[in-house]
Nanobody, 118 residues
Framework: QVQLVESGGGSVQPGGSLTLSCTTN????????GAWYRRAPGKQREWIAQ???????NYADSAKGRFTISRDNATNAVNLQMNNLQPEDTATYYCNGNLSPRAPKNYWGQGTQVTVSP
């Protein structure tokens, strides 16, 4: 079964940076359209950013200017560079995507924890 796998979470101090990465667990499969979401404790899941197979990106207001979503074609990864992290960014971050062009983004990762605290 093909799954999305996130990596790169961890604990940082306010103002710090992390890069999350999302790939598939089967090398023959790649993510075409990818997105990142997060869920903070006690809150609903929040969309953060997305990137199309053609490289077009969109961001939630909370991510603009601080987060960058990108593709690494060498590793077939969809990455999320997060800068100037703040305590309110603490959440479990989830990767979402499709594995064929123009298909619904029905694939999800298990999530990776990001904790921002002094």
């Amino acid at each position: 079964q093909v799954q999305l796998v996130e990596s790169g979470g961890g604990s940082v101090q306010p103002g710090g940076s992390l890069t999350l990465s999302c790939t598939t667990n089967r090398r023959l499969f790649r993510i075409y359209d990818g997105a990142w979401y997060r869920r903070a404790p006690g809150k609903q899941r929040e969309w953060i950013a997305q990137i199309t197979s053609g490289g077009i990106t969109n961001y939630a207001d909370s991510a603009k200017g601080r987060f960058t979503i990108s593709r690494d074609n060498a590793t077939n990864a969809v990455n999320l560079q997060m800068n100037n992290l703040q305590p309110e960014d603490t959440a479990t971050y989830y990767c979402n995507g499709n594995l064929s062009p123009r298909a619904p983004k029905n694939y999800w990762g298990q999530g990776t924890q990001v904790t921002v605290s002094p």
